[in-house]
């Protein structure tokens, strides 16, 4: 996710060099992960920009954020979406006239149709961010209103998505004008200065007075001044909303979170949303439905928790589309690679865009002449690089080694493609497959519940498996990848020994160890049919003494024949990974701190692994 940060001050009450406090909070921001960075400022009747591809360290010493003069300036480190890490991309972003300066977090949905209507009007484009709009647009509805607060205000009702916006100009010098939606924005209150960041940490060095912007608020901050309002115009009392901030440094760059691990768990909810965004009019999204269309044989290859998210494609693409995919571990594509030839499809899943052993199958499967489908989460990174098409969540930088957040964004996106899939193949009728994408859609507030509901539970549920030593994951059908899913997150930050298997399978073998007390996780799908083949299952791990845990739909049968229920929204079972998954990531979680294990640094593992 990106990061932003913002000051505007009084000559004489600037804590150090206005450039140097916007530098400072540009490097509190590093750890949110970005490709690039830049900084504006307001100086004289223009507005300066200095921006570029590469680390902020570097940025300063070639470009020297901190010479920059002037009093009223915003800066930004970028999280490639729309376009490509480079110096065109990096943000602020400017109109034609170079008297305005925009910095923005999110995706603008309709950015497209607003960019055909100001290139109609004139306007020259020099980047493929979506961002860019956003200067231009307003500096088009000021030659109409003459008051560039009304003008920005009018373009914020124009723009659809996410976004938290910071605009700087020389029409207005001693303002910062800001809207929020979906994307995170704070208010830092000084004296003689004020500040705006996505991020509290940016400037807590310079202020512990804090003012949380909501969703559909606009306003503009002075040295001496906030003006805070709904986007309809009526006035906040934003002196009711000032916190003051307790937390140390290190603790607000966790947003108060212990660990980076419980924090990205809980922003599921919105970067499901903001990849909702991304792939609802992604023309990547057709271009692959046209591949895996035409393909022969289609494969899918990933390691580690994004083979999960393959394992539950290959389910999905047989039922909903009748498309078989053949699923492999990327290390073993030496296996698979001579059967592949140029009327097939791979589609390889990374979180990082560079796992090695992904990139090792995807150019094996190139020499082969097979086209690729990419998933990834960082644009331009080498394996979309390296594919005929790419498809991108939009989770943002996910700090905790454990995936949490780019494993539903990735299962959302697999699943998207595949509904697109079964349409145009006539396998589902248009209202079949709308329905199916009002229910991802809708999954942003329904993880948002599923979180809130199990959270206390999943605490209560780890002080007692915090002492076990080995545990199942067990499910059916399109359940099995997220049991071991769940049985990942146990084993790689718990350190507890745990093995999923499809449950049928467990009374040929696996069975044989289980005992009084010993924990096996059901992975409950809403679907009926696949229920009642759970209660046998159910029963037979009782018969031996286990102590049986399931994550159910609310109101399922099953409920009563387990020991503890984790009672989940009835929705469709395409959703299974959004809705079962958050639960047994809380679990693990707070596992693992009830067993004196930091989770953000599981012992012996990397977040990208580049080695063979």
Known sequence: ?????????????????????????????????????????????????????????????????????????????????????SDENAHPHTDCSRR???????????????????????????????????????????????????????????????????????????????ARKDSPLVLGVGDG?????????????????????????????????????TVDGREVDWRKRIRVIEWSIEDATKAGYPHFMIKEIHEQPRVLRDTLYGVEKDVAVDEAVKLLLDAEKVYVTAAGTSYHAGYYYSLLSSILAHTPVIPFIASEYKVFEETAGSS???????????????????????????????????????????SDIAVYTRAGPEIGVAATKTFTTQTLVLAWVTIRLGEEKGVLHRSEASELRKWLMDSPKIVSRVIADNEDSTRKLAEWMAAKGNAYYLSRGIGVPVAMEGALKLKEIAYIHAEAYPAGESKHGPIALVEPGYPVLFTIPCDERLEKLLLGNIQEMKARGAFTIGFAPEDSGLADQLDYVFRLPRTHWILTPLTHTPPMQLLAYYTAVKRGYDPDKPRNLAKTVTVE
Request: contains cysteine; charged residues 25%.
């Open 1 to 85: 996710m990106c990061g932003i940060i913002g000051l505007v001050c009084l000559p004489n009450k600037a804590v150090d060099k206005p450039s140097i406090m916007v530098y400072k909070g540009l490097l509190r921001l590093e750890y949110r992960g970005y490709d690039s960075a830049g900084m504006a400022s307001v100086y004289g009747d223009k507005v300066v920009v200095v921006k570029g591809k590469g680390k902020i360290a570097e940025l300063e010493r070639k470009l020297g954020f901190t010479r920059l003069h002037g009093y009223t300036l915003i800066a930004h480190t970028r999280w490639a979406t729309h376009g490509k890490p």
């Open 100 to 178: 305005i300066a925009v910095v923005h977090n999110g995706i603008i949905q309709n950015y497209r149709e607003l960019k055909e209507m100001l290139i109609a009007r004139g306007h020259v484009f020099t980047s493929e961010t979506d961002t860019e709009v956003i200067p231009h647009l307003v500096e088009e509805l000021y030659k109409r209103t003459r008051s560039l607060y009304e003008a920005f205000r009018e373009a914020i009702k124009m723009v659809e998505g996410s976004y938290a916006i910071a605009l700087i100009s020389s029409i207005e010098p001693d303002k910062i004008f800001f």
């Open 193 to 229: 200065y004020n500040l705006l960041a996505s991020d509290i940490p940016a400037f807590l060095e310079y202020t512990r007075k804090a003012i949380i912007v909501h969703d559909y608020e606009v306003g503009y901050i002075s040295p001496t001044s906030i003006v805070l309002e």
């Open 344 to 386: 097939d499809v791979l589609v390889v899943i990374s979180q990082s865009g560079e796992t090695i052993d992904s990139l090792m199958a995807l150019r094996a499967f190139k020499k082969h002449d097979a086209r690729v489908i990419a998933v990834s989460n960082v644009i331009d990174s080498a394996i979309p690089r390296e």
